[in-house]
T-cell receptor, first 111, second 116 residues
């Protein structure tokens, strides 16, 4: 079973702090990784994608990938209350055509 | 910004009834998907569809499920005889190319199915 694992949280951070969300995956054939944000009752919304080892930055978000450790993370700088949501990690195996999602980590940004 | 449109937003049905969920993918996208999310659980892949045929399906997608692209714009998911455990949010998604790489999936707002 090809799994994507996340801590369900909730992860609570104060406004303005850095939130660090983590994800591990079991399938070494996974090539592409995605972070989606999901507000309660809404659909997943893409935040970041990452395919190569290292860091990828987009505004307040930084995705990190370590294929040797099978580990993906998302850093959110200057966290805002509007960032409060569930963050879903997902992977695609090379040549495949489906996203495998983790259970998501609930983030709460407190005033 | 182009979006994936789903109807209905919420459907309530009796166990054993047939349900059709409809989706209008982004117009130039070639790959179409259905995912579902049972309340409080992870988003699960059901099926992918390309060139008028199923390209991949999960073990969830059994004989009770079918998909169809009846015309140039709609993509439907049919559940033949609904069960209580089919109650979930169903998300349609589309992508320009194969998932992964630069071809990210865009999700619709979802159709909530409640089976009584």
């Amino acid at each position: 079973q090809k799994e994507v694992e996340q801590n369900s949280g909730p992860l609570s951070v104060p406004e303005g702090a850095i939130a660090s969300l983590n994800c591990t995956y079991s399938d070494r054939g996974s090539q592409s990784f995605f972070w989606y944000r999901q507000y309660s009752g809404k659909s997943p919304e893409l935040i970041m994608s990452i395919y190569s080892n290292g860091d990828k930055e987009d505004g307040r978000f930084t995705a990190q990938l370590n294929k040797a450790s099978q580990y993906v993370s998302l850093l959110i700088r200057d966290s805002q209350p509007s960032d409060s949501a569930t963050y879903l990690c997902a992977s695609v195996t090379g040549g495949g055509n489906k996203l495998t999602f983790g259970t998501g980590t609930q983030l709460k940004v407190e005033l | 910004e182009p979006e994936v449109t789903q109807t209905p937003s919420h459907q309530v049905t009796q166990m054993g009834q047939e349900v059709i969920l409809r989706c209008v993918p982004i117009s130039n996208h070639l790959y179409f998907y259905w995912y579902r999310q049972i309340l409080g659980q992870k988003v699960e892949f059901l099926v992918s569809f390309y060139n008028n045929e199923i390209s991949e399906k999960s073990e969830i997608f059994d004989d009770q499920f079918s998909v169809e692209r009846p015309d140039g714009s709609n993509f439907t998911l049919k559940i033949r005889s609904t069960k209580l455990e089919d109650s979930a949010m169903y998300f349609c998604a589309s992508s320009l190319g194969l998932a992964g790489g630069a071809n990210v999936l865009t999700f619709g707002a979802g159709s909530r199915l409640t089976v009584l």
